[in-house]
């Protein structure tokens, strides 16, 4: 996709990918680790995806992105909440959905070493502060 389309494209969309990019590049990360267990593997996984998670990376990470992955971040995050979050506060909400819209802006963009980058440091932030 061309980088000026993605450009245009709302940030809650993004998120929508992200979530998902984001959810299959954490369960690598697990099997990768050698767990095989089902039930484990979902506990594992959890932590890395829940809103808190994304929340805790995005506001350690924001000082290493660029002005540009900064600026969709707080667009994403300033976007009017259209339904009430599940299991989480409004301003958690809002960070986990900038962290999400980042991981779909950097996919769809094809900036994959970006992307690595950030979904691999996000896992070690992640790792290191709980959540």
């Known amino acids: 996709m061309d980088i000026k ?3 245009t494209i ?6 929508y990918l992200g979530d998902a990019v984001y959810e299959v590049a954490v369960r690598r990360f697990i099997m990768e680790t050698g767990q095989h267990n ?3 593997l979902h506990q594992i996984a959890v932590r890395f995806v829940r809103a808190e998670g994304q929340a805790l990376a995005i506001k350690k990470l924001m000082d290493e992105l660029t002005e540009e ?3 969709l971040a707080r667009r994403a995050r300033n976007r009017k909440i ?3 979050p599940k299991n989480t506060d ?5 960070l986990a959905t900038a962290f999400e819209a980042l991981v779909g802006y950097l996919y ?3 900036q994959q070493d970006r992307l690595k980058w950030f979904i ?9 502060n709980g959540a």
């Open 82 to 84: 259209t339904s009430k």
């Open 69 to 71: 992955e900064q600026a």
């Open 108 to 110: 769809l963009a094809d």
């Open 10 to 15: 709302n940030t809650t969309a993004l998120a």
């Open 38 to 40: 089902a039930d484990r």
């Open 90 to 94: 409004p301003v958690t909400y809002k």
């Open 120 to 128: 691999d440091r996000a896992i070690e932030t992640i790792n290191k």
């Open 5 to 7: 389309e993605v450009k």
